[in-house]
């Protein structure tokens, strides 16, 4: 997907397509820096020649998302394991995910990338057949479609980022 995406970047940029148009970007931040629209997205290249394509944002949560006002919903993992969304965009999600000592996350797998931040606690954590012990401040990263899992070994929260988004997770 990585590659068919790169691709239709640069075939925008070099060949160009259809009513396709190339501006400066008036961020003093990013003033070197021009994007393209394209078919629902946006095409950037950045000061440091990195092509991005972000697509079109059709769902999206509230600029400010408070804590206090998200509720916990129970998920189908054995144990206690609770799910708050905190914020998402079709290209990008985060959420907070609740164990109680001795919950477990299945093991899964999905189309999305994933990075795992430990907020507190401890888990034995799976990915891809290698199981290790992880604790507050580490980081894990999931690639799309590769099996992962965990044990909480101490109460915790962990901090999930999706891209894209998993509009599984948003209440309908």
């Known amino acids: 997907m990585k590659k068919i995406l790169f691709v239709a970047a ?5 060949v160009g397509c259809g009513n396709n148009q190339s501006e400066k ?8 820096s021009t994007f393209t629209v394209a078919p629902h997205g946006v095409i950037t290249t950045t000061d440091d020649g990195q092509v991005v394509y972000t697509r079109d944002i059709t769902t999206k949560s509230e600029a400010f998302v408070f804590d206090k006002d998200q509720e916990w919903e129970r998920t189908g993992d054995p144990g206690e394991v609770y799910r708050k969304v905190m914020g998402y965009n079709d290209n990008l999600m985060m959420v907070k995910v609740k164990f109680k000592k001795g919950s477990e996350g299945k ?14 606690g401890a ?3 799976t990915i891809d057949g290698v199981t290790k012990i992880v604790k507050a401040g580490d980081v894990l990263m999931k690639v799309p ?7 909480c070994l101490e109460d915790g929260v962990l901090i999930d980022t999706f891209t894209p988004m998993r509009s599984t997770f948003l209440k309908k």
């Open 25 to 32: 970007n008036d961020n003093a931040e990013n003033a070197d």
């Open 107 to 120: 093991l899964h797998s999905h189309p999305h990338c994933q990075i795992t931040y430990v907020e507190s």
């Open 10 to 14: 640069l075939t925008v940029l070099f």
């Open 123 to 125: 888990f034995e954590f």
């Open 145 to 151: 479609n590769v099996e992962h899992g965990c044990k």
